[in-house]
């Protein structure tokens, strides 16, 4: 605990608690020219001016830093509380987190710093399958014994480890351990991990499209025709461009910069800044969401595929097609594989836009995901998970119950959300189904893979976080 009767992190580097991240590394820059050892300055002073600059960069350390120093304050006969940081809107300190059942949401000053707890009705989860009336429990049953039967291995109940109160409007995204979700007037980060609310920022209109991240700054796109840039840290306002009405082409990001796709341009901004860098003409309406590989900005049309560079905006190539894309691109190193209906897929060089291999299941796909190398695509009918190698080869074909989105890739193995409640683990080198377990709700669209634990979404758009090891290391493989 940081005692304050040694310099806080934020004396040593001599900020006020209100700093933003780049004020903080403005200011480490500054003393360490004259606090590094070989510049004259004593060692242990520079570990110490490292270590809180390290702490104050990094949004969850610092927020437990500034949990610790309110403790130590309180302690020392002061006032409880974290420190005051401005910005904050009036909207935004009277904001209170918000209780779900019998929940123990708790929160003071617009912070949310109580644990979940489960409703009394979802408290036997981990136990017993869910299930909401008979009918759905013999279905239920009846799945289990077919799975059983035909892998070896009954789904277990999930172990769930947190969810959301709130509901999402827009698939959620992850930057590191952090979860930004979007309600119909505001914009919300949740710590992966445990599942507490790190800020709130209000937003005039509703979120339009998942948000993307770049430089540390959260960018959503809300129906205003509105581009907002959140400090990732704490979802301080850094800057607002007025864009248009948001295409379906979203938002795609490559290292500072952030491409806004609408009905008949991509525009580019600079993520920390918000100031335009440059402009691009399309063809035809977007699709589907860009994309972006290497230097490369695609975009799928509805009439082919228009690709940009993304330094000053320049059309590399355009691909025209008969038909509109009607699948999300994947991208996959230095090529991006392409639907153009039917089932059929092409894989495009990126750099010149000349097919490079194709593969043709002759049913519509529901979903597609690479790791790089592997393309790993969701077939509608018959259902199933199929793995295909750079040449259009494939791998492997692995059934499922139902026609499901894509998986998410975590350390070798992909993770399917069926629509009937299941989560199938499936190995991505031979096919193999490794195990499977029950969610306590229907999912909606991908999971999200973090670590060791995998976040789904529920057609209501709450989200709930289940742990891996517990059910998948007693599968047997």
Same mark, same amino acid.
Not at 112 to 131: H, K
Not at 141 to 146: K, L, M, P, V
Not at 182 to 190: E, K, N, S
């Given at each position: 605990?940081?005692?304050?009767?040694?310099?806080?992190?934020?004396?040593r580097l001599q900020v006020d608690d209100g700093a933003t991240t780049d004020d903080i590394r403005r200011a480490y820059r500054a003393l360490a020219k004259v606090a590094h050892p070989d510049a004259g300055g004593d060692a242990d002073e520079f570990r110490l001016l490292t270590e809180a600059y390290e702490t104050l960069c990094n949004p969850l350390l610092r927020r437990e830093y500034d949990d610790r120093l309110s403790v130590e304050q309180f302690v020392?006969?002061?006032?409880?509380?974290?420190?005051?940081?401005?910005?904050?809107? $009036?909207?935004?300190?009277?904001?209170?987190? @918000?209780?779900?059942?019998?929940?123990? &949401?708790?929160?003071?000053?617009?912070?949310?710093?109580?644990?979940?707890?489960?409703?009394?009705?979802?408290?036997?989860?981990?136990?017993?399958?869910?299930?909401?009336?008979?009918?759905?429990?013999?279905?239920?049953?009846?799945?289990? $014994?077919? @799975?059983?039967?035909?892998?070896?291995?009954?789904? #277990?109940?999930?172990?769930?480890?947190?969810?959301?109160? =709130?509901?999402?409007?827009?698939?959620?995204?992850?930057?590191?351990?952090?979860?930004?979700? $979007?309600?119909?007037?505001?914009?919300?980060? !949740?710590?992966?991990?445990?599942?507490?609310?790190? &800020?709130?920022?209000?937003?005039?209109?509703?979120?339009?499209?998942?948000?993307?991240?770049?430089?540390?700054?959260?960018?959503? &796109?809300?129906? =205003?025709?509105?581009?907002?840039?959140?400090?990732?840290?704490?979802?301080?306002? #850094?800057?607002?461009?007025?864009?248009?009405?948001?295409? #379906?082409?979203?938002?795609?990001? !490559?290292?500072?910069?952030?491409?806004?796709?609408?009905?008949?341009?991509?525009?580019?901004?600079?993520?920390?800044?918000?100031?335009? @860098?440059w402009n691009g003409s399309l063809v035809a309406p977007p699709a589907v969401p860009a994309v972006t590989v290497g230097s490369t900005i695609v975009v799928g049309t509805e009439r082919g595929v228009d690709a940009f560079d993304v330094r000053k905006g320049k059309a590399r190539w355009r691909a025209p097609s008969h038909v509109p894309i009607n699948v999300p691109l994947c991208p996959a190193r230095d090529s991006v594989w392409v639907s153009a209906g039917?089932?059929?897929?092409?894989?495009?060089?990126?750099?010149?836009?000349?097919?490079?291999?194709? &593969?043709?299941?002759?049913?519509?796909?529901?979903?597609?995901? $690479?790791?790089?190398?592997?393309?790993?695509?969701?077939?509608?009918?018959?259902?199933?998970?199929?793995?295909?190698?750079?040449?259009?080869?494939?791998?492997?074909?692995?059934?499922?119950?139902?026609?499901?989105?894509?998986?998410?890739?975590?350390?070798?193995?992909?993770?399917?959300?069926?629509?009937?409640?299941?989560?199938?683990?499936?190995?991505?080198? =031979?096919?193999?189904?490794?195990?499977?377990?029950?969610?306590?709700?229907?999912?909606?669209?991908?999971?999200?893979?973090?670590?060791? #634990?995998?976040?789904?979404?529920?057609?209501?758009?709450?989200?709930?976080?289940?742990?891996?090891?517990?059910?998948?290391?007693?599968?047997?493989?």
């Open positions: 605990m940081p005692s304050l009767e040694e310099p806080t992190h934020y004396e020392q006969g002061g006032s409880f509380g974290r420190p005051h940081r401005p910005g904050r809107t $009036a909207t935004d300190r009277s904001w209170r987190a @918000r209780s779900a059942g019998s929940g123990g &949401w708790t929160g003071t000053d617009g912070d949310f710093t109580g644990d979940v707890e489960f409703p009394s009705y979802l408290r036997d989860i981990a136990d017993a399958p869910w299930a909401k009336s008979a009918e759905t429990a013999s279905q239920r049953e009846q799945n289990d $014994a077919e @799975r059983e039967a035909r892998f070896g291995a009954k789904a #277990r109940a999930a172990d769930i480890l947190w969810w959301s109160p =709130d509901a999402s409007i827009v698939p959620p995204t992850l930057a590191g351990q952090v979860v930004v979700m $979007a309600t119909g007037d505001a914009v919300l980060a !949740v710590d992966a991990f445990h599942g507490r609310y790190l &800020w709130r920022a209000e937003t005039v209109a509703a979120a339009a499209a998942p948000a993307a991240f770049a430089d540390e700054t959260v960018i959503v &796109w809300t129906e =205003d025709g509105v581009l907002h840039g959140f400090e990732l840290g704490r979802g301080v306002t #850094r800057w607002e461009a007025t864009v248009g009405p948001p295409g #379906r082409g979203q938002l795609t990001v !490559v290292n500072d910069l952030v491409a806004a796709t609408t009905e008949t341009h991509l525009l580019a901004f600079d993520s920390l800044t918000g100031k335009p @860098r039917g089932g059929k897929l092409h894989r495009m060089d990126i750099q010149s836009g000349a097919g490079v291999s194709t &593969w043709d299941v002759g049913s519509p796909i529901a979903g597609l995901v $690479a790791d790089g190398h592997t393309l790993f695509a969701t077939v509608v009918g018959p259902a199933q998970l199929v793995a295909v190698d750079p040449n259009g080869w494939v791998r492997w074909a692995t059934a499922l119950a139902a026609t499901s989105p894509e998986p998410a890739l975590i350390a070798g193995t992909a993770y399917v959300a069926e629509p009937s409640g299941k989560l199938i683990a499936i190995d991505t080198v =031979d096919g193999e189904v490794i195990g499977g377990m029950n969610l306590p709700f229907a999912p909606f669209g991908p999971p999200l893979g973090f670590v060791d #634990r995998i976040i789904v979404q529920e057609r209501g758009g709450h989200l709930w976080c289940a742990d891996l090891p517990g059910w998948l290391a007693s599968m047997p493989r």
